[in-house]
């Protein structure tokens, strides 16, 4: 598997959620699953819970043998471009969702790569709800936008749109992952009140939002007004993947 990709360097931090978000996701899903479920799927990840084996595909960009699969994560898309209207040269995070549902749902392929490919999966359900996976490719997804979070003003307080979106608003939260899993849970009502969708569909409702994330530009100061403004949305996101995620899950190992 090494070998098939071209191996393509990209900053670091073009992540999907933090930590804690991936978490959160993976949380959701399992508290979504049926008990038959549960079972099959710890057992192919060696007894790992969703909510930890969501981080593995980011902590292996740490090493250089994971390079080549650094662009599963996200799609950069030009803001008045919708994913099916480009043409599309290298893989991107909706092929890899629709190529991990294909292999899980496989019946003769290997463990290894079952394991491999719902890890994958587990993360990119996550990363395609964070709308700055699909932000442009000039500015690397917001990465290069810096901004002023929560700082005083005029000092050297700064990170960037992408990292904002990604970890930097729901840290400031200070929740573990489990408690933000409960409060989306009990905020959301545990219940689907969304289509379901698939890969493509959910590229499509990330990118919806890109347009207002935008205004925002480089050197401003986001503090209490833009957290309340945006908090919302990354709640909606955080808890459609993780109901997503489950339903996903439960149709390929019932």
Known sequence: MKNIFILLLIPFNLLGWGKTGHRVVGEIAENNLTEEVREKVRDLLDG?????ASTWADEMRSNPEYDEFAKW???????DK????????????????ERAIAILELPSAPEDMKRFYLKY?????????????????????GNKIKVNFKGR?????????????????????KMSYKEYADKLMNQF?????FPQGNALEWSKESHSYVPKIY???????LSYDYV?????????RLYQAGIRLSTILNEIFS
């Open 153 to 173: 003003k005029g000092a050297e307080n700064w990170t960037n749109l992408h990292d904002l979106w990604d970890a930097g608003i729901i840290d400031d939260y």
């Open 82 to 97: 919708e994913y099916d209207e480009i043409e599309h040269t290298q893989e991107n995070v909706v092929m890899i969702i």
């Open 215 to 221: 205004e925002t530009t480089a050197g401003s100061y």
């Open 48 to 52: 790992q819970s969703l909510a930890n």
């Open 189 to 193: 009502n545990n219940k689907a009140d």
């Open 121 to 141: 999966l587990v993360h990119m359900v996550g990363d395609i709800h964070q709308p700055l996976h699909t932000g442009r490719e000039e500015d690397w997804g």
């Open 73 to 79: 994560h996200y799609i950069n898309l030009p803001i």
């Open 228 to 236: 309340y403004e945006v908090l919302p949305i990354i709640d909606q």
